[in-house]
């Protein structure tokens, strides 16, 4: 008999947390196809220096994300689209974007740049964090497929100190010329 009585209630919170859920999906979805102007509709950029997301490791998607939103990574075009997010929207994101797979770019791969960025990648022991693969894993971004120019640009700012780098990956291409960071950013987005 108390059952009975409390039936209504259980299906109406049952039927609100399956309303929840879909409207929490929506808005994952109506949040991606905000990110899909710039990071493409897969999450796989098309835009020149504008980073694929497709493939990443999800710690590394909530990380960046994160640190766009409490301001310490700056990254102007992101600014607005970030600082309300919760904590629940970006687990979701990066869940949604780590489960895509990675495409190539579709940008033209110089040979001799792959085979110099092979040596240099040895020698500065890239796969220690990025994995054999380049795929990443967990805090360590995906590189392999990634956009050349969008590569050659950030590791142009690692090397040059940009405010907010990670002091590890400066360190590991301190030195290198303008020439021997497109040899990597070639290498890395044919792997």
Known sequence: M????????????????????????QGVADRAKQCAVCHGEDGNSRMPNIPSLAGQPEFFIINQLFLMREGVRKVEAMAALVKDLKDDD???????????????????????????????????????????SFAGADQIPRIAKQRVDYLTTALKELRNGRPGSDTLMSAAVAGLSDADLAALAHYAASR
């Open 90 to 132: 970006l687990q979701a994101l990066a869940k949604h974007y780590a489960a895509l797979p990675a495409k190539p770019s579709g940008e033209a791969i110089d040979q001799a740049l792959v085979q110099r960025g092979n040596e240099l990648a040895a020698t500065r022991r890239c796969v220690s964090c990025h994995q054999p």
């Open 2 to 25: 108390l059952f009975v009585m409390w039936r209504p209630l259980v299906v109406a919170i049952a039927v609100a947390i399956i309303l929840f859920s879909e409207a929490r999906a």
